[in-house]
């Protein structure tokens, strides 16, 4: 008989988390706004999926106090509860601070989506982070590395968070604002500028609340972007001397 792995959230990168988590678990999923679980999970109630052995907080970091608070009470004593959230430092003191001290916590950060995933996952990255004691990082980590063919970082919630306020957030932010100024040239574009809006066109879905986690609570964003914008304001100045 195989595990049970409760999964809470099945928005889009929940599903993608079901389809490929599916061929070694069975899984139960928990969603109030899904109708199908897409041959990939079983959807069901929260007590039942917060109740399997593994829990993974598919759900987006400004509703994780919330979820914890209402899957505490159904955990298993030695439950492993893992995030997917785009930030660590704020998640994994969540999670540390609101979890019985019997569950196992991991945090994760799957540096890939719906999108950038589409065509399988092996050999993209994911970050891993200890919350409570390295042994579970690791073997979450030996599992993403060995089961699903990923490049895998243990790396601490600050040092992750630190990194990602420059890769996803100026990504994030770049493409907010070329976004905004669409409709963009199609027809005499340089290999760069393609590049440019395949990069664009690979978060352009992103939901907000994705967007607003990368950029208000990883606590290293609002520098990066003060340093950014001020580098524009001298590049923009640059631009008018001759």
């Not at 099945?10 to 679980?37: C, E, K, M, N, V």
């Not at 598919?58 to 893992?82: C, G, N, Q, S, W």
Request: aromatic fraction near 4%; glycine fraction near 8%; charged fraction near 25%.
């Amino acid at each position: 008989m195989r595990e049970k792995l409760g999964l809470i959230g099945f928005g889009a990168f929940g599903r993608l988390t079901a389809r490929h988590l599916s061929p070694g678990f069975d899984i139960l999923a928990h969603d109030p706004a899904a109708t199908d679980g897409e041959g990939s999970a079983t959807l069901t109630d929260l007590a039942t999926a917060a109740a399997c052995p593994t829990v993974i907080l598919a759900v987006p970091v400004e509703a994780l106090e919330a979820t914890l608070i209402a899957i505490r009470p159904h955990l298993a004593p030695d439950a492993l509860v893992i995030d997917v959230g785009s930030v660590k430092v704020k998640p994994a003191r969540l999670m540390d601070d609101l979890l019985l001290s019997g569950v196992r916590v991991v945090g994760t950060h799957p540096l890939f989506g719906p999108q950038s995933g589409k065509d399988g996952i092996a050999g993209l990255r994911i970050a891993i982070c200890e919350v409570r004691g390295g042994k579970d990082a690791r073997r979450v980590a030996a599992f993403c590395r060995r089961s699903l063919k990923l490049k895998v970082f243990l790396v601490s919630p600050e040092d992750h968070d630190r990194e990602a306020a420059v890769v996803q957030g100026l990504t994030h932010l770049i493409a907010r604002v070329l976004m905004a100024m669409e409709p963009l040239p199609t027809r005499m574009t340089t290999a760069s500028f393609d590049r440019l809006m395949q990069a664009v066109d690979m978060v352009r879905h992103d939901s907000s609340a994705v967007f607003r986690a990368i950029e208000r609570d990883n606590p290293f964003a609002a520098e990066v972007r003060e340093r950014f914008f001020a580098l524009a304001d001298q590049a923009r100045g640059g631009a008018g001397e001759e």
